[in-house]
DNA sequence: AACCTAATTGTAATCGATTACATGAATATA
DNA sequence: TATATTCATGTAATCGATTACAATTAGGTT
């Protein structure tokens, strides 16, 4: 096990300096046509390979962004994750993540460790919903050494650019779809509202409601989890109730097909006693054998590339240029066998 | 946006040195009590936060850690990259993430990539089959510099650790299983058998039916991608023959799927007219509702966890007390409804 | 012959840390 | 009192690159 050659090594081989291999590896300044032959070939021959290192000590610049997200093994964010590598790949960056597990502390922490490695900006789908108690984000934002962008689940930051989906479109337009199918008591498995995702689907519920005269009964919202065990839970509940609902517009696929289980086991019908619209369009939802799962997709890839994409605008840019950007993309309602009802 | 404070600025700050101050903040040898609370004090006080690029530098430890899959947006690599960031972060190491998408020359371009980033080791599933052609993986395994343990898709290589799933034992046990039901022709759904995972999986197959009785049929054998598509048809190559088959044995999830629907829609039923099996245990698979499908689990976290503690153990050891080490880990078969007769 | 210019290459600082070795002061020992 | 020892800190090299500035050489000009 030899060390790696370096300029050093080549330099002092032909008898030249650091500087002038260095120039010569770069086709940087004038440098004689034989040199700068002689030393690429002893490259070659040293195999000799730039130790991003240095460069990235020397130039401050280290070409590694941070992704963040609360857990990597889902659908969703493995496809925005896959999206950013992809963007950003081609353009020399290479992708660091974290995963929070929805807790603040670790958040916290992978923050500052992301910043001490000296990650060239961070991308994150943040986990903590209060923030004031984040001290890491704080410090992020206080500096403003390392350009930070959000996707999915954002803070409305002044100044920190945000690639998301119209959340509240979304919510609108699957209340919507399940009204135009003669739905009129449609509950709702939201989750933590303090998250702008969850709350905005949640208003866009409501609003869909309002402007179809239907009103809001609070008893029909129901706080779940993602996962199936808290759809169910939510199912049971609603199935209990005196009027039950006669539709359900979930904020999570899992959940939805949670209840979609146990309404089936109730001995009801899906679409017919009860339309069922989850949302994400994680894989599964499409694979279901009698009820296909109608969900609203979110793109998560495009989300991925576009947030690569406005991280290299910040970063291309001197600060005193930039501009903040906060875009957001339009969901797509996939209407499947779950809630059509003709 | 100032610049991050060093430790020449806490130095110049109290009229110490940068050596001083370094050793203050390491707790390491005798510095005077008095120095040390200084240092610290006006070190937090500054916001001062250690460079790790310089570090990694000085000490040739980089502290990252590159992984390549093919992809990751599927459940079982996102599962085993969880399973990775989860062990490696406590030990002060980050996860650089690459995608092959399975093509030759990506995969050597990026190991170079992680090389020229000094990573201090590469966790991969190889997408390239043919060894001699991939002139990276060749130069990275000639100079032993960086530590490279194969997960899942591996090669045999001398010296270099791996950790995989005993695909053979899988191979049978579905095999052995689908016997078990009664089935008397066994069709097998495969995939490009000059990785390891595939071919095991079919060695596993045919030796099962080998140790039944049960005669190989070459033409029961076809060759797909892992997707629903390229199942479907090989379902539909399967049906139109001669003599059927009773049972199907594949090696993707993805293409079980298709399976299943081209068989369903053929007017046959699962499992009584046809048994299918299939693998990676991915979440859909558990979530179907009438025909659940059975598979064999992988155990990707496990996976994941592993590679990166063998991982560890390399990095720990010099290099000439390293061993190598080819951790197999134990497959389950789930048995669910999809080649459940009774 | 004296001077100028352009073409190459070298010198040395820099990025931000760590650390072997040196130094000076204070204290202990003979 | 002279010397040895310890303690605390400074000096300077190092990791591997880049780059402003300096220096050298060759050739051209008058």
Chains 1, 2 share one sequence.
């Not at 970063?315 to 005193?320: F, L, Q, W, Y």
Request: glycine share 6%; net charge neutral.
């Amino acid at each position: 096990m030899k060390k790696k050659t370096t300029i050093y090594d080549i330099a002092a081989k032909l008898g030249l300096t650091a500087a002038t291999v260095s120039r010569a590896l770069n086709n940087n300044t004038k440098i004689s046509f034989n040199t700068r032959k002689l030393v690429l070939e002893t490259a070659l021959e040293m195999n000799y390979e730039q130790n991003k290192l240095a460069l990235a000590l020397k130039s401050g610049k280290s070409y590694n962004v941070g992704v963040i997200v609360p857990r990597i093994d889902s659908n969703f964010f493995s496809s925005v994750i896959r999206g950013i590598e992809e963007e950003l790949y081609p353009k020399g960056y290479h992708v660091i993540i974290c995963q929070t597990h929805n807790q603040e502390n670790i958040e916290n922490e992978k923050i500052n460790s992301l910043v001490n490695v000296q990650v060239d900006g961070i991308l994150m789908s943040i986990s903590n919903a209060n923030l004031e108690a984040n001290k890491g984000l704080n410090k992020l934002l206080k500096n403003k050494k390392t350009p930070l962008v959000f996707f999915d689940r954002k803070k409305d930051i002044k100044g920190i650019s945000s690639v998301t989906i119209d959340d509240f479109k979304g919510g609108y337009d699957a209340t919507k779809h399940l009204l135009d199918q003669g739905c009129k008591r449609i509950a709702h498995l939201s989750n933590d509202r303090n998250f702008e995702i969850f709350r905005n689907r949640y208003l866009g519920y409501r609003q869909a409601l309002l402007d179809n005269g239907i009103e809001f009964d609070e008893s029909l919202v129901i706080e779940t989890q993602s996962n199936v065990q808290d759809g169910r839970r939510a199912a049971r509940l609603l199935l209990d109730m005196e009027a039950p609902p006669d539709a359900i517009f979930s904020s999570s696929d899992f959940a939805a097909l949670g209840a979609i289980q146990e309404i089936k086991e109730s001995g009801f019908n899906i679409p017919e006693d009860m339309c069922v619209v989850g949302f994400s369009n994680e894989p599964f939802t499409r694979f279901m054998e009698l009820t296909t799962i109608s969900t609203v997709d979110q793109f998560p890839l495009d989300m991925g590339r576009k947030a690569a994409q406005v991280f290299l605008e910040e970063v291309g840019h001197t600060e005193d240029v930039k501009t903040t950007q906060n875009i957001v993309l339009t969901p797509e309602l996939i209407v499947r066998r779950s809630s059509s009802k003709k």
